[in-house]
């Protein structure tokens, strides 16, 4: 569906404040051994630009995305390998969905597996998104899962079996080398138990449920202004 122009442009602000709010979240927790994760998206982009800010106080940064990476060096924000971090503080990405859980659909960039894993390192994940993204069950925007190539026949057998319509992202290669499937018109009523149950199949990489490992925190950017939530 195509939205307005003017409701684009709202949503754009939203992400802008999340996105500072999160930036001055952030700048106040810093310490000279920190290392900041940093998500994939619109969202983040804000975000990124917003650290842009205050680089130099920075020690260092994890990327989800080679796209991340090239964004924050492109600021001299220094980018570190995640096997040479000893931990993560904080990580800040936005979401494509979040319920009041804080469990989150993403993946919408195909980003999901190294976000994923930063957000499994991290001590605190801070998830962004405007308000667009709040639903009650998720499941509405489709649930991308990233897919070994040779295993995506399979794959989206099993999905089907699951009640999901996989629809392969035609023409999308992740970070990582591999295909995504979307999976179409699936109420998600129990995340954690549909996350598991899709690790489980032979080639999957990872799928954007963000149920077992969740948000810590939502800024969410509103009409009426911003919110937090744990
Ligand atoms: C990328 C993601 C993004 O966080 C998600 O798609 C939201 O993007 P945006 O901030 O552009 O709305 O998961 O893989």
Partial sequence: MTQPQASIMDQNELKKAVAKAAADYVKERLHSD?????????????????????RDDIPATVASSEETARRLKALNIEVIDLNAASEVSIYVDGADETNPYLHLIKGGGGALTREKIIAAVAREFVCIADESKQVDILGEFPLPVEVIPMARSHVGREIVKLGGDPVYR???VTDNGNIILDIHHMSIVDPRELETKLNQITG?????????????????????GIKTLT
């Avoid at 920190?34 to 205050?54: D, K, Q």
């Avoid at 999957?204 to 009426?224: C, E, S, W, Y």
């Fill in 34 to 54: 920190s290392v900041i994760g940093v998500g994939t998206g619109s969202t983040a982009n804000y975000f990124i630009e917003y650290l842009g800010e205050f």
């Fill in 170 to 172: 035609d023409g999308f």
């Fill in 204 to 224: 999957v990489v990872t799928n954007g449920l963000f149920a077992i490992r969740p948000a810590d925190q939502l800024i969410l950017g509103t009409k009426g």
